[in-house]
C-alpha cells in the first residue's frame, strides 16, 4: 500500500511540474492606448500647387502634418509627416470683364498606418483680384475694351500652411509604436 501511495504522490507531483511548465513565466503587459478628442487641431501643409484656372471641383490634393498631435500628457499619436487628403470643392477661373478667380478648398482626411482619420474645419476660400471696376470704367470710356479686363486667379503654392480639426474622437490602438509616418499615397 506504500509503494501505491508513493506512486501516486509522484503521479500528482509530475503533474504539477507539467501544468507549471505550461504557464507563462511572465503576464504581457496591457497595450497602452492613446486618445485625441474631437476638434483636436491638425497643422498640415498642402503638398501639390493648387490655382483656380487649372483645377476642377473634385481634384483631390494631398497634404501632410507638419507638427506631431499629441496627447495632453505629450505622447505622440499623429506624427508630424502623416500625409492625407484633401478636396477642391469649387473652382472658377478668373473671367472677361474683370471677374475675379474662385477657389474653394476642404481637407477630408489623414492616413495613419492605413486607417484612415477624418478631418473637418478647414474650409479654405480665396477670390483672385477683382478688376471689374477698371473693366466698367472701360465700358464708359470705350466699349468693347471692357472685355479685354481678365480678373486674377487664386493661386496656392505647394507648402501652404493650413489647419484642420479631428472630425471625432480618435484612440491609437497600439499607441507610440505604430505613430509612424506612412510613405505619400499614390493618386
Request: net charge negative.
Amino acid at each position: 500500500m506504500k509503494g501505491v501511495i508513493t506512486f501516486a504522490l509522484a503521479l500528482a507531483a509530475a503533474g504539477q511540474s507539467a501544468l507549471a511548465a505550461e504557464a507563462p513565466a511572465e503576464t504581457p503587459a496591457p497595450s497602452t492606448t492613446l486618445y485625441l478628442a474631437a476638434e483636436t487641431i491638425v497643422e498640415f501643409e498642402i503638398l501639390d500647387h493648387i490655382d483656380s484656372k487649372h483645377n476642377a471641383s473634385g481634384n483631390p490634393f494631398q497634404i501632410r502634418v507638419t507638427q506631431p498631435v499629441k496627447t495632453a500628457d505629450g505622447a505622440v499619436v499623429i506624427p508630424a509627416g502623416t500625409y492625407g487628403m484633401g478636396e477642391v470643392i469649387h473652382a472658377a477661373g478668373a473671367r472677361a470683364g474683370g471677374k475675379a478667380g474662385e477657389l474653394i478648398l476642404s481637407v477630408r482626411y489623414l492616413d495613419l498606418n492605413g486607417q484612415k482619420i477624418a478631418l473637418h474645419g478647414f474650409r479654405f476660400g480665396a477670390t483672385g483680384a477683382n478688376k471689374s471696376g477698371q473693366a466698367m470704367a472701360l465700358a464708359m470710356a470705350g466699349g468693347m475694351l471692357a472685355f479685354a479686363v481678365v480678373g486674377k486667379d487664386v493661386d496656392v503654392p505647394s507648402g501652404t500652411i493650413g489647419h484642420a480639426k479631428l472630425s471625432t474622437d480618435f484612440t491609437s490602438p497600439t499607441g507610440e509604436a505604430a505613430a509612424k509616418a506612412a510613405p505619400a499615397p499614390t493618386m
